[in-house]
C-alpha cells in the first residue's frame, strides 16, 4: 500500500485520539442515577472479586494460570452457544466451563499433559464462540460483551444465579481448603499423608470452572485472569503468610472489580479496561513495595558485624 493511501487511513484514527477531552473518558454527571441501574453488576462484580481473589491464591500455588485461560474460552463458546439458540448464557457459559474443566482435571493431572491439553481447548473454544457469534443476528452489544464485559449484563434473575455459584464455590473453597492447600504446596508429601490427591484436583478443577463462568459475565472471556491471577499474584509479592496472602487477594479483587465498574459508569469504554487497569496497578504497587522490603533487608544484613557471612553455630 502506497504512502498516498496510508497517510489518510492512518491520520483519521490519530486525529480523534488527539482530540479527544476527559469529559470523553470519564463524566460524573447522573452518576446516582447510572449507578441505581448497574446495582446487580455493583453486587456481582463484588462477590466475584471476593471469591476469585480466594481461588487465585490456588491458582498460583499450583501454576494453572494458563489454565484459567483456557477453561475461560470453553466458557465463552458454551455463552455464545446459548447466545445462538436462545437458551439461558448463565447455563450455556456453565456447562463450557464445566466441561473444560472437568477435561483438564482428569487429564491434566501432570504439568505437561495439563498444558498442553489447555493449548488444545484453547483455540478450540475460541473458534467455536467466534463461530456462533458470527451465526447470531441479534444485538452485537450481547456479542461483544461476552468477550470484553459489559457493565449492564447482569439482569435480576442472573445476579441470583451469579451468587449462587459463587457461594458455590466459596463453600467448597473452605470445605476442601486444608487438603487442597496441603496439594498445592507439597502434592507427593500430601499423597503419601493419605490425601486423595486426584479428587482433590478435581474439585478444585470444578469449583474453578464455576468461578470462571461468573467472571465471563463481568468482565469478558478474554480477561478474566485480571480478577482470578493478578490479585492472588500481586498478595503474594507483599505477604508469605497462610492467612494474609488470601485475604490480600480477597481484597484486592474486591477492589479491582467493584473499583473498576464504578469507574465504567462514569466512562465511555467497557467495563474491562477499567478493571485490568485497576488490578495491574495493586499488583506493580506490590512488585514495588516487594523490591524496596526486600533492598532493605539486604543493606540490613550487610550493615551487621560480619557482613551476610553465616554465624558460627555453638561447639558441639
Given at each position: 500500500?502506497?504512502?498516498?493511501?496510508?497517510?489518510?487511513?492512518?491520520?483519521?484514527?490519530?486525529?480523534?485520539?488527539?482530540?479527544?477531552?476527559?469529559?470523553?473518558?470519564?463524566?460524573?454527571?447522573?452518576?446516582?442515577?447510572?449507578?441505581?441501574?448497574?446495582?446487580?453488576?455493583?453486587?456481582?462484580?463484588?462477590?466475584?472479586?471476593?471469591?476469585?481473589?480466594?481461588?487465585?491464591?490456588?491458582?498460583?500455588?499450583?501454576?494453572?494460570?494458563?489454565?484459567?485461560?483456557?477453561?475461560?474460552?470453553?466458557?465463552?463458546?458454551?455463552?455464545?452457544?446459548?447466545?445462538?439458540?436462545?437458551?439461558?448464557?448463565?447455563?450455556?457459559?456453565?456447562?463450557?466451563?464445566?466441561?473444560?474443566?472437568?477435561?483438564?482435571?482428569?487429564?491434566?493431572?501432570?504439568?505437561?499433559?495439563?498444558?498442553s491439553i489447555v493449548g488444545v481447548?484453547?483455540?478450540?473454544?475460541?473458534?467455536?464462540?467466534?463461530?456462533?457469534?458470527?451465526?447470531?443476528?441479534?444485538?452485537?452489544?450481547?456479542?461483544?460483551?461476552?468477550?470484553?464485559?459489559?457493565?449492564?449484563?447482569?439482569?435480576?434473575?442472573?445476579?441470583?444465579?451469579?451468587?449462587?455459584?459463587?457461594?458455590?464455590?466459596?463453600?467448597?473453597?473452605?470445605?476442601?481448603?486444608?487438603?487442597?492447600?496441603?496439594?498445592?504446596?507439597?502434592?507427593?508429601?500430601?499423597?503419601?499423608?493419605?490425601?486423595?490427591?486426584?479428587?482433590?484436583?478435581?474439585?478444585?478443577?470444578?469449583?474453578?470452572?464455576?468461578?470462571?463462568?461468573?467472571?465471563?459475565?463481568?468482565?469478558?472471556?478474554?480477561?478474566?485472569?485480571?480478577?482470578?491471577?493478578t490479585p492472588a499474584a500481586a498478595?503474594?509479592?507483599?505477604?508469605?503468610?497462610?492467612?494474609?496472602?488470601?485475604?490480600?487477594?480477597?481484597?484486592?479483587?474486591?477492589?479491582?472489580?467493584?473499583?473498576?465498574?464504578?469507574?465504567?459508569?462514569?466512562?465511555?469504554?467497557?467495563?474491562?479496561?477499567?478493571?485490568?487497569?485497576?488490578?495491574?496497578?495493586?499488583?506493580?504497587?506490590?512488585?514495588?513495595?516487594?523490591?524496596?522490603?526486600?533492598?532493605?533487608?539486604?543493606?540490613?544484613?550487610?550493615?551487621?558485624?560480619?557482613?551476610?557471612?553465616?554465624?558460627?553455630?555453638?561447639?558441639?
Open positions: 500500500m502506497s504512502q498516498a493511501v496510508l497517510a489518510p487511513a492512518l491520520a483519521a484514527p490519530v486525529a480523534r485520539v488527539l482530540s479527544l477531552q476527559w469529559s470523553d473518558v470519564l463524566s460524573f454527571e447522573n452518576y446516582g442515577a447510572l449507578l441505581q441501574l448497574v446495582a446487580n453488576s455493583v453486587i456481582a462484580a463484588a462477590v466475584l472479586g471476593i471469591v476469585g481473589g480466594l481461588i487465585g491464591v490456588f491458582v498460583m500455588q499450583r501454576d494453572m494460570a494458563f489454565a484459567v485461560h483456557g477453561v475461560s474460552e470453553l466458557s465463552f463458546a458454551g455463552a455464545a452457544a446459548a447466545l445462538l439458540f436462545g437458551g439461558s448464557v448463565v447455563a450455556g457459559s456453565l456447562a463450557g466451563a464445566v466441561a473444560a474443566a472437568a477435561i483438564i482435571g482428569v487429564l491434566g493431572t501432570r504439568a505437561r499433559d495439563r498444558n481447548l484453547m483455540p478450540f473454544g475460541l473458534g467455536l464462540g467466534i463461530l456462533f457469534l458470527s451465526l447470531y443476528e441479534g444485538r452485537s452489544a450481547n456479542r461483544f460483551s461476552l468477550l470484553t464485559g459489559q457493565i449492564v449484563s447482569v439482569s435480576t434473575p442472573n445476579l441470583g444465579w451469579l451468587i449462587g455459584i459463587s457461594l458455590v464455590v466459596l463453600v467448597g473453597l473452605l470445605i476442601v481448603w486444608n487438603p487442597l492447600r496441603f496439594d498445592s504446596l507439597d502434592a507427593q508429601s500430601a499423597a503419601a499423608r493419605g490425601v486423595p490427591t486426584r479428587t482433590v484436583s478435581l474439585v478444585f478443577m470444578l469449583l474453578l470452572g464455576l468461578i470462571v463462568a461468573v467472571a465471563v459475565h463481568i468482565i469478558g472471556a478474554l480477561l478474566v485472569m485480571a480478577l482470578l491471577v498478595a503474594m509479592r507483599v505477604s508469605h503468610g497462610p492467612l494474609a496472602v488470601p485475604l490480600l487477594a480477597a481484597l484486592f479483587g474486591f477492589v479491582s472489580a467493584v473499583g473498576g465498574i464504578l469507574l465504567a459508569i462514569a466512562g465511555t469504554l467497557p467495563v474491562s479496561p477499567y478493571i485490568t487497569t485497576i488490578s495491574f496497578l495493586i499488583y506493580v504497587v506490590c512488585r514495588v513495595i516487594a523490591a524496596r522490603r526486600e533492598r532493605a533487608q539486604r543493606l540490613a544484613v550487610a550493615r551487621r558485624p560480619g557482613g551476610a557471612q553465616a554465624t558460627p553455630g555453638p561447639a558441639s
